[in-house]
């Protein structure tokens, strides 16, 4: 077995792809190596610059990432339990992803593709390598706009406290999914994602999920861990060939009663 | 050829886990990990896209009559990361491959493991399912 995680630890490596690019900027160990425990950056004006190519980091959470611990359960209504629950029981009867639409706030972090996060000084990009999405976080002093047309993403301001990036989210249009087991919201949902660079290699996420009409009070997910993907790029990633989905759609229709989702709105 | 030197293996490290889903569905959704298949046939087709790769066998079947199996792969930024390029498995190419049926009983499978039966290379297809090993 250790033979065959070195072989699969050296797997990728003197490819022509961009998949071993040594990037300016990494700090380094004596033999070369990007040193994942030196501080983290920072930008000219001296904020941490969350800038790089984040994943999901899968030694610290199940890749089948869902906000809470096992055992522990969000405090949905009625409806969203239901819901909820549904989803959880078909696999996925309602996944977004299955039909290519994009992952949620805050569960696009957590796409095992990652994303390239761009810190400008007025505004934070995210590009989401799954479906090949992007994401906005303003941090020009902009307001959240009033009543806004719905947006998956939904509309993204952010501000500094210390070290942290605090992320206040609104405008959501219903159906994402806020995590891989598919936790529900309504167009109520406010998000605040609270982002620390711990160090190099690490990055931190605290995530609030309000959302009066589908949970009884606000409530907070477990924090969130990232790790930087040094030395590597992005792939494009479009939905060109979904073959999966009409057998998808047949095995569901077998599984499931007639009729639409239990909905208590 | 030193066959033995040169299988070579290539690891998705993040997808060999058990019961992990894809990005896309849910593996479960869709295939059963109780219904595990050896499948030996000849690649007719190759589609070498997202949101996974499907390729297409000619199986012959113990009464003589061929099946044709369509069996789904992790995507090709999946599989690109982790070694294989398109043309690691052509239209033409023998091959055996370790998979898991499609829950509607269809002659179509999810493949964890495919080796080329001309050099004896054994390529991880990003399957869900922890392979043999």
């Known amino acids: 077995m250790l033979a065959l995680a070195l072989v699969c630890a050296a797997a990728g490596t003197g490819f022509a792809q961009w998949f071993e690019l040594p990037l300016p900027g990494t700090p380094r160990t004596p033999d070369g190596k990007p040193n994942l425990t030196a501080p983290a950056p920072r930008t000219a004006d001296g904020k941490p610059d969350h800038s790089g190519i984040w994943k999901l ?47 949620g ?27 090949t999405k992007y994401r906005q976080i303003h941090t020009d002093g902009r307001a959240l706009p009033v009543d806004p047309n719905p947006q998956y993403y939904g509309y993204s301001v952010g501000r500094w406290e210390g070290d942290q990036l605090v992320v206040e989210t609104a405008g959501f249009k219903e159906g994402s999914w806020l995590d891989n087991d598919g936790h529900p919201h309504t167009e109520a949902l406010r ?44 792939l494009e990633h479009l939905c060109e060939n979904n073959r999966d989905l009409e057998r998808l759609q047949r095995i569901w229709q077998d599984r499931q009663p007639a009729g639409p989702p239990a909905s208590g709105r | 050829m030193r066959a033995r030197l040169a299988i070579l293996i290539i690891c998705i490290a993040s997808t060999a886990t058990a019961g992990r889903a ?112």
């Open chain 2, 22 to 133: 894809l990005a896309h569905h849910s593996f479960a959704a869709e295939f059963d990990e109780n219904k595990p298949l050896k499948l030996t046939g000849t690649v007719t087709k190759l589609e070498w896209t997202n949101p996974h790769i499907w390729f297409f066998i000619d199986v012959k079947n113990p009464d003589g009559t061929v099946t044709n199996w369509g069996l789904e792969m992790a995507s090709p930024n999946n599989l690109l990361r982790a070694g294989w390029k398109r043309d690691s498995m052509k239209v033409g190419d023998a091959v055996a491959v370790e998979a898991r049926q499609a829950r509607d009983g269809s002659s179509n499978a999810n493949a964890q493991t495919v080796t080329l039966s001309s050099t004896g290379q054994r390529l991880f297809a990003g399957s869900p399912v922890q392979p043999a090993q």
């Open chain 1, 105 to 131: 706030v805050p569960d696009g972090l957590t796409s095992p593709y990652g994303f390239k996060l761009l810190q400008l000084p007025a505004v934070t990009v995210h590009l989401y390598e799954e479906f």
């Open chain 1, 191 to 234: 998000t605040t994602e609270r982002f620390r660079r711990v160090n190099f290699g690490s990055m931190e996420v605290d995530v609030t999920i309000d959302d009066p009409k589908a949970y009884s009070r606000p409530w907070k997910a477990e924090t969130m861990r990232l790790a930087l993907q040094p030395d590597t790029e992005l």
């Open chain 1, 57 to 103: 980091d899968t030694s610290r959470h199940n890749p089948n990432y869902n906000l809470l611990a096992k055992g522990v359960e969000a405090p949905m209504l009625p409806w969203a339990e239901e819901l909820y629950k549904r989803r959880v029981a078909t696999h996925g009867y309602d996944r977004p992803m299955t039909v290519c639409l994009p992952h």
